[in-house]
C-alpha cells in the first residue's frame, strides 16, 4: 500500500509539473487567439459583430445568418453588409526564408487560410463603460444571453462600447484596430474604426522580434460589400443578397480644399467629406421600379432605403507627421467585389511573385480586370445601364473599395487611420407611409397623385415619388458622417446621456403590469431628467408608444391599461433635462435618451387571470380557431391559443381526437390563463382538426375569501376545440 501511495505521488508531481511547463510555454509561445472569435455590438440601432483575425465574413459561424451592421435593429433582416475584407503589401521585402520580393501583399478575405500563415490574432476583446442592465420578465432574465459580450469594464471610456482587435502579420507590421461604438441617439448608427500599423517586426504570434528592418512602400486596402439591405434583398430578388445590385457613390474630390471648414448642426450636410456610399438599385429582371425595395406582393413598405458606407476622418501623412494627410486616401471607389475578394496570393513564397504583383498594384489602384475605378460608379453609368451588374459582371456584386498609402516605416515607427461606417435612410415609418401610397398607385394605373415630394412639390409619377424620398438617405448619411467627423475632431466630447437603470423587471399581474427599475448611476449628476417608460403590442418590431414619464426618485409604473390575452413589450431609459446639450455644434439640442436596448423587455408580459374558481368555467379562445382571423385576434401572435379561468396549479395535455398526445404545459404561476402557440412537443405546427384538452389539478385550490376547497389535486376535466388552417 505504500509503495501505491508513492507511486501515486510521484505521478501527481510529474502532472504538475508537466502543467508547469505546458503554462510556460504557453506564454512564452504568445496568446493564439481562434480565428473564429467574434464580439458582437448590440446595445443600439446599430449591431453588428467583429472577428478575431480582422475582417468580417457573413456565414462564418456556419449558419448562413449575414447578420453584419444591422440597421435599424429594431426589426428583422436588417443586414446591411455581407463581407468585409482587407490586403496589405510592401515592397522590397525579404522574407524569414531569405527570399527577396520586389513586391510583397496578401490578402485576409474568404476563409481561415490567412490564419497561422499571414497574419497572427493576439488581442481580441470588448470593453464596457458600465455593466450590462439586467431585464427580468416575470422571473426570467431576458438579457442573460449578453453575458459574454463583454470582456472588461472601464467607466473612463467615453463610448458606450470599444472593441480591440491587435493583429501580428508575417511582414512584422502590426495591425490594432479600435472600434468605438456610442448610443447617444444623434451619434448611434455608425462605428468609429482606429486603424494603428506599426513596424514591430514581430511575424507570429510570440513575443520575440523577428525582423528590425525598415517596411518600404506600405499600402492597406479594404473592400466592403453591402447588400442594403438583405430584407430590401429579399424583395429585390435575384442575388442582391450579395449586392449585386448595389450603385458605390463617393465624395470628396473637393476635399483637399475644404479641410479646414468647421463643419455645425446648422450645416451638417456637406459633400466635400472623403467618404464611399452604397444603395441598392434596379434589377434589369423586375417589371416594376425596385428602389427602396417596395413589398410588391405585399403592402409596399420599403424594405431597402438604407444607405452605407465609410467616411475618412483622419489620415496620417507619415510617421513623424501625424497631421492629416489631405490627399489619402490614394483610391476611394468601386471594385468588382469577386474579382478582388478571391484574388489569392498561395502560400506566400516566390512562387507568388506575380500575383504578388498584380495585388500591391490592385492596393495602387490598379483594378484587377480593369473592373473598379477611383470614381462614382453610380453616375458614371447609371444614366445607360440600370443594373449595375451591367457594367461590373460580377456574380458577387460591388465592393466599396479603399487604399491608402504608400508610407515608410522604419522599426517601431507607425501611422494611423481614422474611419467611421455608417448607414441611414428613412425611418420604419416612412417607408411604410411612401410605400403604402406607391403601391396604390401601382394597383391602379389611373392614380396619378398627386405626390408630395421631400421638397414640398408634386408630381403625377408614382416611382419619381418614391424613389425622391428614397434618396433622401444620402444627404441622411453624409449628414451621419458630419457628425462622426465632428466627434472624433472634438476628441469624443458629444453630450453624454444618463446611464440606464440598471435593472428593470416585468411583472404581469391580475389586474395590472408592473414595470419596476433601479436608479440610474448618473441620477445624482445634474442635468439628470427621469425615467420614461415605452409600450408595444403583440412584437417588439413596431413601434413603441410612451406610456410613463417622470422625475428622479419614482422606480415604478403600473400599467393597468393592458387587457387580457395580448402580449406587451416594454423598455425603460433614462433621459437628460437637455442641459449638458444645448450647443447644437455636435449634434441637435435637447434632453438625451439611453439606448432603448439596455432597458428592452424583449419577451412578452401579460395581464393574468385570477385563477378560474371551479373546473366548469374553463374556456379556449378562439374556438374554433380559424388561421383566417388571426387578424382580429390576439395582433402579432398568429399561433396562439388560450386557455382561460384554468386552475392556478394544473397540467394541461392536449390530445387528437383520436387520443395522441399533441404536448403537455406545466402551469405553474397561479394565475387563471395560459398561452399555447399551436406547437407539439415535438415543434411542429399543428393541423386542422378537432382536438381534446385534458385539464389535471395539481395542487388543492380553496377559496380565497371562505378557505371552502373549490377543487382537489387531481381533479379532471375535459374541452374539445378546433383547429382550422
Same mark, same amino acid.
Not at 501623412?317 to 489569392?344: I, R
Given at each position: ?5 508513492l ?67 429594431d ?139 525598415p ?79 417596395? #413589398?410588391? +406582393?405585399?403592402? *409596399?413598405?420599403?424594405?431597402? @432605403?438604407?444607405h ?6 483622419? !489620415?496620417? /501623412? =507619415? ?70 451588374f451591367?457594367v ?15 508610407w ?17 435612410g ?12 406607391w403601391?396604390?398607385?401601382?394597383? #391602379?394605373? +389611373?392614380?396619378? *397623385?398627386?405626390?408630395?415630394? @421631400? ?8 416611382? !419619381?415619388? /418614391? =424613389?425622391?424620398?428614397?434618396?433622401t ?34 411583472t ?10 433601479v ?29 410613463y ?55 412578452p ?36 391559443i ?13 390530445f ?5 398526445l ?39 385550490y ?24
Amino acid at each position: 500500500m505504500t509503495k501505491r501511495i508513492l507511486k501515486i505521488g510521484c505521478t501527481a508531481i510529474y502532472m504538475v509539473v508537466i502543467v508547469a511547463l505546458l503554462l510556460a510555454m504557453v506564454e512564452e509561445a504568445g496568446a493564439q487567439l481562434l480565428g473564429t472569435e467574434r464580439r458582437y455590438l448590440r446595445v443600439g440601432p446599430l449591431q453588428t459583430f467583429y472577428s478575431s483575425f480582422g475582417r468580417e465574413w457573413g456565414d462564418d459561424d456556419g449558419n448562413g445568418i449575414f447578420d453584419g451592421l444591422q440597421w435599424p435593429a429594431d426589426y428583422p433582416y436588417q443586414d446591411n453588409a455581407v463581407i468585409n475584407v482587407f490586403w496589405l503589401g510592401c515592397q522590397d521585402f525579404t522574407n524569414a526564408a531569405g527570399d527577396q520580393f520586389e513586391k510583397f501583399a496578401f490578402p485576409v478575405t474568404a476563409d481561415l487560410s490567412a490564419i497561422n500563415l499571414s497574419i497572427f490574432p493576439v488581442e481580441f476583446k470588448q470593453v464596457s463603460k458600465f455593466e450590462m442592465p439586467a431585464v427580468i420578465v416575470d422571473g426570467n432574465n431576458v438579457t442573460a444571453r449578453y453575458a459574454e459580450d463583454v470582456d472588461e469594464i472601464d467607466p473612463t471610456l467615453i463610448a458606450d462600447r470599444k472593441i480591440v482587435n491587435t493583429l501580428n502579420t508575417v511582414m512584422g507590421l502590426t495591425m490594432t484596430r479600435t472600434i468605438y461604438y456610442f448610443t447617444q441617439e444623434h451619434h448611434n448608427n455608425y462605428l468609429l474604426k482606429v486603424f494603428t500599423f506599426t513596424n514591430t517586426g514581430n511575424t507570429d504570434y510570440d513575443a520575440e522580434i523577428e525582423r528590425t528592418t525598415p517596411l518600404k512602400g506600405v499600402r492597406f486596402s479594404t473592400g466592403v460589400r453591402y447588400s442594403v439591405s438583405r430584407e430590401g434583398a429579399m424583395k429585390i430578388g435575384g442575388t442582391q443578397s450579395w449586392g449585386q445590385q448595389s450603385w458605390v457613390s463617393k465624395r470628396g474630390e473637393n476635399y483637399a480644399a475644404h479641410a479646414g471648414e468647421t463643419i455645425t448642426e446648422a450645416n451638417g450636410i456637406v459633400d466635400w467629406l472623403r467618404c464611399g456610399l452604397v444603395w441598392a438599385g434596379q434589377k434589369r429582371e423586375n417589371s416594376f421600379d425596385n428602389l427602396g425595395g417596395p #413589398d410588391v +406582393a405585399g403592402n *409596399g413598405r420599403l424594405c431597402a @432605403p438604407q444607405h452605407a458606407g465609410s467616411v475618412i476622418l483622419h !489620415v496620417d /501623412k =507619415n510617421a513623424g507627421d501625424t497631421s492629416d494627410d489631405v490627399n489619402q486616401p490614394a483610391v476611394l471607389g468601386w471594385h468588382a467585389a469577386d474579382e478582388q475578394t478571391f484574388f489569392g496570393v498561395g502560400l506566400l513564397t516566390k512562387n507568388d511573385q506575380p500575383n504578388m504583383i498584380k495585388l500591391y498594384d490592385m492596393l495602387a489602384g490598379q483594378a484587377l480586370r480593369g473592373l473598379g475605378g477611383n470614381e462614382r460608379f453610380d453616375e458614371k453609368y447609371l444614366a445607360t445601364n440600370p443594373d449595375a451588374f451591367t457594367v461590373h459582371m460580377d456574380a458577387g456584386g460591388t465592393d466599396l473599395w479603399v487604399c491608402y498609402g504608400p508610407w515608410d516605416l522604419a522599426h517601431g515607427e507607425s501611422v494611423t487611420i481614422v474611419e467611421a461606417e455608417g448607414i441611414a435612410g428613412l425611418s420604419r415609418q416612412m417607408c411604410e407611409t411612401i410605400g403604402y401610397r406607391w403601391k396604390q398607385a401601382y394597383n #391602379d394605373a +389611373a392614380d396619378k *397623385g398627386p405626390f408630395t415630394l @421631400p421638397d414640398g412639390s408634386t408630381t403625377t409619377d408614382k416611382d !419619381v415619388y /418614391k =424613389n425622391a424620398w428614397v434618396f433622401t438617405g444620402k444627404d441622411s448619411l453624409l449628414l451621419t458622417f458630419s457628425r462622426a467627423k465632428r466627434n472624433y475632431d472634438s476628441g469624443f466630447k458629444i453630450p453624454q446621456p444618463p446611464q440606464p437603470p440598471p435593472f428593470v423587471e416585468v411583472t404581469s399581474g391580475g389586474d395590472r403590469i408592473t414595470i419596476s427599475w433601479v436608479a440610474s448611476a448618473s441620477e445624482a449628476e445634474s442635468g439628470f431628467g427621469g425615467y420614461k417608460v415605452f409600450r408595444a403590442i403583440g412584437r417588439t418590431d413596431t413601434v413603441f408608444q410612451e406610456i410613463y414619464s417622470g422625475g428622479p426618485g419614482v422606480y415604478s409604473f403600473d400599467d393597468v391599461e393592458a387587457t387580457r390575452g395580448k402580449a406587451y413589450y416594454y423598455y425603460v431609459v433614462a433621459f437628460s433635462d437637455g442641459s449638458n446639450n444645448d450647443a447644437g455644434v455636435l449634434n441637435p439640442r435637447g434632453p438625451l435618451y439611453s439606448s432603448k436596448f439596455y432597458g428592452l423587455a424583449s419577451e412578452p408580459a401579460y395581464l393574468r387571470r385570477q385563477a378560474g374558481t371551479s373546473l366548469e368555467g374553463i374556456r379556449i379562445v378562439p374556438n374554433p380557431y380559424n388561421i383566417l382571423a388571426t387578424k382580429l385576434q390576439y395582433v402579432g401572435e398568429p399561433d396562439k391559443i388560450m386557455f382561460l379561468n384554468i386552475p392556478g396549479h394544473c397540467t394541461i395535455r392536449i390530445f387528437t381526437e383520436r387520443g395522441d398526445l399533441v404536448n403537455e404545459i406545466h402551469h405553474e404561476n397561479g394565475s387563471g390563463d395560459e398561452s399555447w402557440n399551436s406547437i407539439t412537443s415535438s415543434r411542429q405546427v399543428v393541423v386542422s382538426g378537432v382536438y381534446i384538452a385534458q385539464f389535471e389539478v395539481t395542487e388543492d385550490y380553496p377559496d380565497p375569501q371562505t378557505g371552502q376547497l373549490l377543487y382537489k389535486k387531481g381533479d379532471t376535466t375535459y374541452r374539445k376545440f378546433v383547429i382550422v388552417r
